[in-house]
Nanobody, 123 residues
Framework: VQLQASGGGLVQAGGSLRLSCAAS????????VGWFRQAPGKEREFVGG????????LYADSVKGRFTISRDNAKNTVYLQMNGLKPEDTAVYYC?????????????????WGQGTLVTVSS
């Protein structure tokens, strides 16, 4: 499966962006999907994840209350709505398909990764 993350860009602090993760090649409607991010010089970190039907969603503490993950299985797409952006949210954002129907915080539980989309938040 190929994943295409899109929607990144430059935004001022306090602004919003919506990232999309679209799959091609096969459906991921039976899999959990996660969002991760990697800032320059830092390790890739978990942002959030959603289970196969959207009934269970995890968030990192750093984004809880500001970011919202959703999915549309009919469109084979997962979304990351980011509100109240802060300069520390600046990173390349990646989506990934989990090995199971659920999401988790561990990177090694994800099998397929998208190429990433850059989010830059200016102060």
């Amino acid at each position: 499966v190929q994943l295409q993350a899109s929607g990144g860009g430059l935004v001022q602090a306090g602004g919003s962006l919506r990232l999309s993760c679209a799959a091609s090649g096969r459906t991921f409607s039976n899999n959990g999907v996660g969002w991760f991010r990697q800032a320059p010089g830092k390790e890739r970190e978990f942002v959030g994840g959603i289970n196969w039907n959207g009934g269970s969603i995890l968030y990192a503490d750093s984004v809880k209350g500001r970011f919202t993950i959703s999915r549309d299985n009919a469109k084979n797409t997962v979304y990351l709505q980011m509100n109240g952006l802060k300069p520390e949210d600046t990173a390349v954002y990646y989506c990934a398909v989990h090995l199971t129907a659920y999401a988790s915080r561990q990177k090694d539980r994800y099998r397929y990764w998208g190429q990433g989309t850059l989010v830059t938040v200016s102060s």
